[in-house]
Every structure is written in structure tokens, then in C-alpha cells.
């Protein structure tokens, strides 16, 4: 197995239910015909808009609209977090605010900046989006997905040939490339979804390595879906697109599960030049996620 094909014992069977409220199927039907819409409109009018504007407003449109899907979607959007900027705010210096609607939390100028996160589900694109715009490093699979597969490569995704380890070089130069440039390059390092109800996957060094060569920050993201009441602060599984669920199935769940919650936490940022090796760089940025985490419920499905 390649570095590039990890593992998550995650299923849809044991992770994807969703004990809470459910929303009867007509409403739920207009939700996803309206996240649909949404997104397909996006789709189709950021080619024509997006190379009018400047790059703030820009990133503010690309922010704006990726909330608006998250929520057409009927998913409730919480962003957690400090207001950080390219060299700004490190490991250092905690803090805790709250934004929402899309609030710009972190913002920056000509420095490059590798965001990664956990990655729970395909909501995990627009919510990152929501916060920080930037091009996405994802499997080529996805370049082949309805509606969302055109609108990634028209955000300037960066796609991954999993199959392939002889390409691992090239993509790391792509990405530290990009990172030199300037641009915001968003990564899920586990290289695979879970549900987030364990301790998630391993953070895979490769994408760190560019980090490295280009002299660009880590900035670290902790992304959680949570359901309604009564049990609001346990992980929702209803969220959670996992093992070989068909993504109709996964978009069908989320709309007819009434209170879900998506959670986005910015976390401090990890300096250029902090760490010496990918793999220690790596291993900090997920200890920096997974620590953000242990005030969580222990009820992992995971043993």
C-alpha cells in the first residue's frame, strides 16, 4: 500500500447513523435540491466572475458562497478560533472568538500557507472554503464527481494520483510550488475520511515536505459535525462519508437529519522553519488537532 492509500476502519454500517431528529422527506428533498442548485451555480458563474474581482473580494465571494452551501445543505455552521494571518499568530499565542457567516479568520498576503485538517466528509470542502479559500490537494477521483468534481477544478485543485507512488515527487513539488506563489493550499493529510468519533488517522508527511521547501506555515484546522439536542455535543455520524458509501447516499442522510452542526476551529499556526523534517512537522500538526479534541466524549466505535 502507498503512502497515498491509507486505511480508516471506518463504515458506513458502524459510523454513519444518525440517532437524532429526523426532517420529513419533502422538506429534506428541497434542501438538497437547493444545496445542489447552489452549488451547481457556482459552478457555472465562477469562471465568468471570479477573474473580475480582485483577490479580496474574491476570496470574500468564495467565502460567502461556501457557507451558503454548507447551510442549503441544512447544516448549521459554527467557526471557532482566533483571527490569524500569514506569520501571524503561532502556537504561542492561544486564544479563543467566534465568527459566523463566513467571517475571514484567516487572511494573509503574499506568503504561501499549507492548511490542513481532519477530514470527516465531502462538507469538509465548503467548510473549508467557508474560512480559509484555497486550492484543494485531492484524489483524482474527485475531478470525475457530480457538481463538485468541475467546481474543484475550477478552484485550481491540485489532483493526486493515489495509485500511483512514482507521482508523489511531482505532486510535492506542485504543492511547494503553489506555497511559493502565494496561494493557500488545503490538505487532509490522513489521505482518507473518518468519522470522527475515534482518535482519526495518521497525518501522512508528504504534503509537509512542500511546506518545508517553500518556507510556507501550517495552519491547522479541527472539523467536527455535531447533532442535535439532546446530545448536541457528541460527534454526528450522519455527516460522515465513509468507506464505500455512494455520495447520493451520503447527501440524502445529511439532508434528512434534522440539527447537524458543522464545527470548524481554527487552531494556532505552526511557524515556517519551526521543525526540521516533514515527519516531525507532520507529527505537531496532528498532535495540534487531535489535542483540540480531548474534551470530546469518549465514545469511540474504534477499538
Known sequence: MSHWLPASPCTPSTCAGHPGPARHPVPAAALLLAGCALTLTGALCAPLALPLLGR?????LIRC?????????????RV??????????????EGLSAARGGASLVQ????????????????????????????????????????????????????????????????????????RDGSRVVVFP???????RGPGGRFRPAAFQAAIDAGAAVQPLRIRYRGGPPRDLAP??????????????SLWRVVTSAGLTAEIRVLPQIPAGSLPGRRALARLAQSTVASDSANRPAESVHH
Request: glycine share 12%.
Open 56 to 60: 479580496s473580494r474574491r476570496e470574500r
Open 65 to 77: 458562497w461556501a457557507y451558503g452551501v454548507v447551510r442549503a445543505f441544512g447544516v448549521r455552521v
Open 236 to 249: 454526528a455520524g450522519a455527516a460522515a462519508f465513509v468507506g464505500d458509501d455512494p455520495l447520493t447516499a
Open 108 to 179: 494573509g498576503g503574499a506568503q504561501g500557507l499549507l492548511v490542513v485538517a481532519n477530514h470527516v466528509s465531502w462538507l469538509d470542502i465548503p467548510l473549508v472554503a467557508a474560512v480559509c479559500p484555497g486550492r484543494m490537494l485531492a484524489k483524482s477521483d474527485i475531478r470525475h464527481w457530480p457538481l463538485l468534481g468541475p467546481l474543484a477544478a475550477l478552484g485550481g485543485t491540485l489532483f493526486v494520483e493515489r495509485e500511483r507512488l512514482r507521482a508523489l515527487p511531482d505532486t510535492v513539488r506542485a504543492v511547494a510550488s503553489a506555497l
Open 190 to 196: 490522513e489521505g482518507s475520511t473518518w468519522c470522527g
Open 80 to 93: 471557532l478560533g482566533p483571527p490569524v494571518v500569514r506569520g501571524g499568530p503561532s502556537l504561542a499565542q
